[in-house]
């Protein structure tokens, strides 16, 4: 099994930063792609941004030039900073990786989540 355990989220002002981290563990054999999606109160959950095993990044345009995703395969985590923090940005921001699993001589590839966690950004 896969579990996901994200941190970093909190309570900071229009134009500051932070720095969300998300560490998976289980039985993973391989982890083909990470990112990060987030979700407003009473709207669709939507792509933040995606990283590759390759290391290709996928930005939302709402976030492009204030947001890095990254990643440490050695520690199987992936991370998001975001500058220039803006009051559209609040929202629960889930951690999401498609990891290939093998019990036995089951092999599976499928997509994980994370709890969520919350980021709201003051005015």
């Known amino acids: 099994q896969v579990q996901l355990v994200e941190s970093g989220g909190g309570l900071v002002q229009a134009g500051g930063s932070l720095r969300l981290s998300c560490a998976a563990s289980g039985s993973i054999f391989s982890i083909n792609a990470m990112g990060w999606y987030r979700q407003a109160p009473g709207k669709q959950r939507e792509l933040v941004a995606t990283i590759t095993s390759g290391r290709s990044t996928i930005y939302a345009d709402s976030v492009k030039g204030r947001a890095t995703i990254s990643r440490d395969n050695a520690k199987n985590t992936v991370y998001l900073q975001m500058n220039s923090l803006k009051p559209e940005d609040t929202a629960v921001y889930y951690c999401?990786?498609?990891?290939?699993?093998?019990?036995?001589?089951?092999?599976?590839?499928?997509?994980?989540w994370g709890q969520g966690t919350q980021v709201t950004v003051s005015s």
């Open positions: 999401n990786i498609r990891a290939t699993t093998a019990q036995g001589t089951s092999v599976m590839t499928r997509d994980y």
